[in-house]
């Protein structure tokens, strides 16, 4: 199984950005699906996830700013990022539970 995430960037304070993690294998679908982040110099952390039925939940950071979603289909879950905040700068990872498998991570830089 591989993860590749994408769609970082640098953004303005109040922006948007959406990032997208598509995975490799046939288990995705029956799999749940996270987004993570590390902040620099700071320890990795929970941002979101979402069950193999669409079950959401959110950190309370982020709850009512970000969505997570997926498209079996595709093999993708996407994270939609708005009123962005510096305090979201960070390395953002995602995660396939089933087995531990994780992206590469994708930078987004929230900044003037």
């Known amino acids: 199984v591989q993860l590749q995430a994408s769609g970082g960037g640098l953004v303005q304070p109040g922006g948007s950005l959406r990032l997208s993690c598509v995975a490799s294998?046939?288990?995705?679908?029956?799999?749940?699906m996270g987004w993570y982040r590390q902040p620099p110099g700071k320890q990795c952390e929970w941002v979101a996830t979402?069950?193999?039925?669409?079950?959401?939940n959110y950190a309370d950071s982020v709850k009512g700013r970000f969505t997570i979603s997926r498209d079996n289909a595709k093999s993708t879950v996407d994270l939609q990022m708005k009123s962005l905040k510096p305090e979201d700068t960070a390395v953002y990872y995602c995660?396939?539970?089933?087995?531990?498998?994780w992206g590469q991570g994708t930078l987004v830089t929230v900044s003037s």
């Open positions: 294998g046939s288990i995705f679908s029956i799999n749940t």
């Open positions: 979402i069950t193999s039925g669409r079950s959401t």
């Open positions: 995660r396939m539970f089933m087995g531990d498998y």
